[in-house]
Structure formats: structure tokens, C-alpha cells
């Protein structure tokens, strides 16, 4: 296998974790948002929108875990890297909505002060905002468990969370004690 293939074939695999995760967490945004609307008799149908921003941030994600500066505190408390990812991935993902809205005024005024003098006036910005908070959220929510399976291992984190070992043989968690069945005596 090639560099460039093996290389591809490794940044694909690591883009499903995250695009996996903000196609769950927008599709529910977008179905919440669908219920709220539906109240005022507006339908809309964000199925598409939510794909396509879960697979924009979720690039954004992977190539921002490309720098060479992303694990900046691998030996300290995993809550200065949370903090660290969390600011620049929301730094990245504020540039890419950013010049996203930037290249639809772009286009329609021809010059860089025309679209941005008319892309502050016409965009609607508690919306924005209200998104970006959200995206916050959800970007602490991916680093903190990001950070968790980076320090426990993927084998440990499965182990924790669906009890199923990476080891053959093994369908408990180390440690843990279950509850048995009081047996009756015949």
C-alpha cells in the first residue's frame, strides 16, 4: 500500500468517531428545532443541513488533531487538554461558519467590504450565536471523551461502557462486582 493510500485510508478511519458523534448530536438539534417550528405551522426539513455540518465539523476535527501543537499537555490533567482542544477546534469551526457565510455574500456582491458590510447587516446573528453556543457544548462534550479514550484506551473505555472486553474470553469489567441470584435451597 502506497503513503498517500495508507495516509488516506488513516485519516478516514479517523474522521468517523467525531463525524459519527455531531450526526447524532445535529440531527437531534435539527429534529428539536423541526418540533419547535412545527408549533408555528413551518416545516422544515434539516436532515441535509445537519449531514453536511456534521461532516464539515467533523473534518474540521480531524485536521485540526493534524497540528502539531493539538496535544500540547499530554502529561498533565486531562482538563487542560480538554480545554485546549476544545478552544481550538471552536476557534476552527468559528472560521469555517465564518467564511461559509462569508462566500454566499461573496458571491452575490463581487467584493470582500461589499459582503461583509451586508453579511453583518443581513445575517441573523442571535442565530449564529445560539448555534456557536451549542457547538461549544458539543465540542467539550467530543474532547472530554476524546481525552477519556485517549488515557484509558479504546479496549478499556468498551470494557467500561458496554462491559465487553477487548481480550477474548473476558465479558466483565475488571473489578466490578455483580449482584448474583439468591439461590433457593430444594
Request: proline content about 5%.
Amino acid at each position: 500500500m502506497s503513503k498517500f493510500s495508507h495516509g488516506l485510508k488513516h485519516f478516514i478511519l479517523e474522521l468517523i468517531p467525531p463525524v459519527t458523534f455531531f450526526f447524532i448530536s445535529f440531527q437531534l438539534l435539527a429534529f428539536t428545532r423541526a418540533l419547535m417550528l412545527r408549533q408555528y405551522g413551518i416545516e422544515v426539513t434539516t436532515f441535509v443541513v445537519a449531514t453536511v455540518s456534521a461532516l464539515v465539523v467533523g473534518k474540521v476535527v480531524a485536521l485540526a488533531d493534524l497540528l502539531p501543537f493539538i496535544n500540547r499537555f499530554p502529561g498533565r490533567p486531562l482538563i487542560y487538554n480538554i480545554t485546549w482542544k476544545t478552544t481550538i477546534y471552536l476557534v476552527a469551526a468559528l472560521g469555517v461558519r465564518y467564511l461559509e457565510e462569508f462566500i454566499h455574500f461573496y458571491r452575490a456582491h463581487g467584493t470582500v467590504l461589499g459582503a461583509n458590510r451586508h453579511m453583518l447587516d443581513e445575517v441573523i446573528w442571535p442565530h449564529f450565536w445560539t448555534i456557536q453556543l451549542w457547538l461549544t457544548v458539543l465540542l467539550l462534550v467530543y474532547c472530554t471523551m476524546d481525552e477519556l479514550v485517549r488515557a484509558l484506551g479504546r479496549d478499556r473505555m468498551r470494557e467500561l461502557f458496554f462491559g465487553v472486553s477487548g481480550k477474548a474470553g473476558s465479558g466483565t469489567i475488571a473489578g466490578a462486582t455483580h449482584p448474583t441470584k439468591p439461590t433457593k435451597e430444594p
